[in-house]
T-cell receptor, first 109, second 111 residues
Framework: DAKTTQPNSMESNEEEPVHLPCNHS???????IHWYRQLPSQGPEYVIH???SNVNNRMASLAIAEDRKSSTLILHRATLRDAAVYYC??????????FGQGTILTVHP | ETGVTQSPTHLIKTRGQQVTLRCSSQ?????VSWYQQALGQGPQFIFQ???????GRGNFPPRFSGLQFPNYSSELNVNALELDDSALYLC??????????FGPGTRLTVL
């Protein structure tokens, strides 16, 4: 499994964009990059995933470096509900996910 | 769609006992995975079932076992409970197209 490095914590103000970085320098050529988040007292929630191209959905955008050794999850306008632990997970798509420590995102009103 | 559900939500057992946790998959999801999440840690993969057969296992001893039923619901069984088994147990179901939807988890406390 590819090793990931994420900041332990980040802070943001409400309504501002948030850029959550992840390094995954040992990612294999066929691994997707998945992002999940876990709100307090809940199970993880899918956010977005991509392989090579940048991806957008209603929750977030995913910017993938050209060499695929890093990626950035972008929340365009943070809300209080976005306060969670964010996990970057390289791997296949079928549920065998290797979670690291993740980034604790705090959003200030 | 009702999503992934798990039962019970909380459970207290004593060391040496056995426990069964249950998971109902999202409709149409034929793969189920189980995870253990200790306090302050990320979830750790226990094993996965696909079409009622084990399809991969993490670094967990044989006293952790599972079943998947024809309706794709699943059970996680843990024998000879140890104090370190206290954790949140998460079930995730996956459709044939990939991805994973997690349930809310079962909080197990071993005394």
């Amino acid at each position: 499994d590819a090793k990931t490095t994420q900041p332990n914590s980040m802070e943001s103000n409400e309504e501002e964009p948030v850029h959550l970085p992840c390094n995954h320098s040992t990612i294999s050529g066929t691994d997707y990059i998945h992002w999940y988040r876990q709100l307090p007292s809940q199970g993880p929630e899918y956010v977005i995933h991509g392989l090579t191209s940048n991806v957008n959905n209603r929750m977030a955008s995913l910017a993938i470096a050209e060499d695929r050794k890093s990626s950035t999850l972008i929340l365009h306008r943070a809300t209080l509900r976005d306060a969670a632990v964010y996990y970057c997970i390289p791997g296949t798509s079928y549920g065998k996910l290797t979670f690291g420590q993740g980034t604790i995102l705090t959003v200030h009103p | 769609e009702t999503g992934v559900t798990q039962s019970p939500t909380h459970l207290i057992k004593t060391r040496g006992q056995q426990v069964t946790l249950r998971c109902s998959s999202q409709s149409g999801h034929n793969t189920v995975s189980w995870y253990q999440q200790a306090l302050g840690q990320g979830p750790q993969f226990i094993f996965q079932y696909y079409r009622e057969e084990e399809n991969g296992r993490g670094n967990f001893p044989p006293r952790f076992s599972g079943l998947q039923f024809p309706n794709y619901s699943s059970e996680l069984n843990v024998n000879a409970l140890e104090l370190d088994d206290s954790a949140l147990y998460l079930c995730a179901s996956s459709p044939p197209s990939g991805g994973a939807e997690f349930g809310p988890g079962t909080r197990l406390t071993v005394l």
